[in-house]
């Protein structure tokens, strides 16, 4: 017997609708240009200093271009995409299709895997659109291909956890605005209030922040990838005898005393990136070279297992009924999820960190 794959209808007829007329391409254009407005304001920020006399390196410049640009585009996503897949299914309620959509022969797996994938599409398209705008860093330089492809890496899995909570929040509710709504909150406390708790523990605490306030947040995973392209000291280190109110301006990235680059509030989004350094230090006259600690290969683990749990309790929540009875896609789900997990042991040391 032959295999024949056959296409999913749901994201021939998502993809259908969605493309239909200009609205689709009227906001990926509105989104270009906007992503491109933001560039122009970070190269004019970026080389501020010319006026004045200063000398500006042209890696600064890549550098900051390439920091904005990917904070701009993974806050972005994170609002775009809850917006985009809370409607799955709570939209189909809503218009008193749901019922005529479960009586079909599609099982609840396709049915889901369909809607995700159909509203995904779309934000995987504004993200691969946005690349070529993002390639102008390379041309003032600082800025290499593994840099851009662990910020691209981020991104997408950032957009498919997110995909995941907006799906879920739709099968959980019966209206799409309290399914967004949902989603937004669950997305603002793991973005801003994880990382306020992370600037209140280092301003309280003499030590490291804990990963339980870095790894799930996406914006510390991307300060991660770009603290590398930075130094916290003029020639890379901490030099010593410095008083230590005046070396804090420095570290990292400061625009006081020096830093790769001039990111506004950078500061604040690299907070518990670089490793901790007791203050007596500064004082012991040798040199204090702090590392940059990888939080993004941790957060990428835990997006890629939220977003399986997610997708899977979405599952039961989209049967018509006896929704919490073992099937099929349960069973294909627990070998997916044991694999990951089996996966992620097995390169334990790539991803985990000391908390």
Same mark, same amino acid.
């Given at each position: 017997?032959?295999?024949?794959?056959?296409?999913?209808?749901?994201?021939?007829?998502?993809?259908?609708?969605?493309?239909?007329?200009?609205?689709?391409? *009227? @906001?990926?254009?509105? =989104? %270009?240009?906007?992503?491109?407005? !933001?560039?122009? &304001?970070?190269?004019? #920020?970026?080389?501020? $200093?010319?006026?004045?006399?200063?000398?500006?390196?042209?890696?600064?410049?890549?550098?900051?271009?390439?920091?904005?640009?990917?904070?701009?585009?993974?806050?972005?996503?994170?609002?775009?995409?809850?917006?985009?897949?809370?409607?799955?299914?709570?939209?189909?309620?809503?218009?008193?299709?749901?019922?005529?959509?479960?009586?079909?022969?599609?099982?609840?797996?396709?049915?889901?895997?369909?809607?995700?994938?159909? *509203? @995904?599409?779309?934000? =995987? %398209?504004?993200?691969?659109?946005? !690349?070529?705008? &993002?390639?102008?860093? #390379?041309?003032?330089? $600082?800025?290499?291909?593994?840099?851009?492809?662990?910020?691209?890496?981020?991104?997408?899995?950032?957009?498919?956890?997110?995909?995941?909570?907006?799906?879920?929040?739709?099968?959980?509710?019966?209206?799409t605005a309290r399914a967004a709504?949902?989603?937004?909150?669950?997305?603002?406390?793991?973005?801003?209030?994880?990382?306020?708790?992370?600037?209140?523990?280092?301003?309280?605490?003499?030590?490291?922040?804990?990963? *339980? @306030?870095?790894?799930?947040?996406?914006?510390?995973?991307?300060?991660?990838?770009?603290?590398?392209?930075?130094?916290?000291?003029?020639?890379?280190?901490?030099?010593?005898?410095?008083?230590?109110?005046?070396?804090?301006?420095?570290?990292?990235?400061?625009?006081?005393?020096?830093?790769?680059?001039?990111?506004?509030?950078?500061?604040?989004?690299?907070?518990?990136?670089?490793?901790?350094?007791?203050?007596?230090?500064?004082?012991?006259?040798?040199?204090?070279?702090?590392?940059?600690?990888?939080?993004?290969?941790?957060?990428?683990?835990?997006?890629?297992?939220?977003?399986?749990?997610?997708?899977?309790?979405?599952?039961?929540?989209v049967r018509p009924r006896r929704?919490?009875?073992?099937?099929?896609?349960?069973?294909?789900?627990?070998?997916?999820?044991?694999?990951?997990?089996?996966?992620?042991?097995?390169?334990?040391?790539?991803?985990?960190?000391?908390?």
């Amino acid at each position: 017997m032959a295999l024949r794959l056959e296409a999913n209808p749901i994201i021939v007829k998502e993809l259908r609708s969605r493309m239909r007329g200009g609205r689709a391409f *009227a @906001l990926l254009t509105g =989104f %270009l240009l906007g992503l491109g407005v !933001v560039a122009y &304001g970070l190269y004019l #920020f970026a080389s501020r $200093g010319e006026r004045y006399g200063a000398v500006i390196l042209s890696s600064q410049i890549g550098q900051t271009l390439f920091a904005g640009l990917a904070f701009t585009l993974l806050l972005l996503i994170c609002i775009i995409t809850p917006a985009v897949t809370a409607g799955a299914i709570s939209g189909e309620r809503e218009r008193l299709t749901y019922e005529m959509l479960i009586a079909t022969p599609l099982r609840p797996s396709r049915l889901l895997w369909g809607k995700l994938v159909s *509203a @995904l599409s779309y934000v =995987f %398209l504004i993200i691969i659109a946005a !690349v070529p705008l &993002g390639s102008i860093v #390379f041309i003032f330089g $600082g800025i290499t291909l593994r840099d851009v492809l662990k910020a691209l890496a981020i991104i997408l899995m950032t957009a498919l956890a997110t995909g995941a909570l907006g799906i879920f929040t739709s099968a959980l509710t019966r209206r799409t605005a309290r399914a967004a709504v949902i989603a937004y909150l669950i997305t603002a406390v793991v973005i801003v209030g994880l990382l306020f708790g992370a600037v209140l523990w280092q301003a309280r605490e003499a030590k490291e922040v804990p990963m *339980a @306030l870095l790894a799930p947040n996406p914006v510390s995973a991307m300060a991660s990838t770009i603290a590398v392209l930075t130094s916290p000291g003029p020639q890379g280190f901490i030099e010593p005898g410095i008083m230590i109110e005046r070396v804090m301006p420095i570290f990292p990235g400061g625009s006081v005393y020096g830093g790769s680059f001039d990111l506004p509030g950078w500061n604040i989004l690299s907070t518990g990136v670089w490793t901790h350094i007791p203050p007596d230090q500064f004082m012991n006259g040798g040199m204090v070279v702090p590392s940059v600690r990888p939080i993004w290969r941790t957060t990428l683990v835990i997006e890629w297992l939220v977003a399986l749990a997610l997708f899977w309790l979405a599952l039961h929540l989209v049967r018509p009924r006896r929704i919490w009875r073992p099937g099929r896609e349960d069973l294909i789900m627990a070998i997916l999820m044991t694999s990951s997990l089996l996966v992620a042991g097995l390169w334990r040391g790539w991803w985990s960190l000391p908390s």
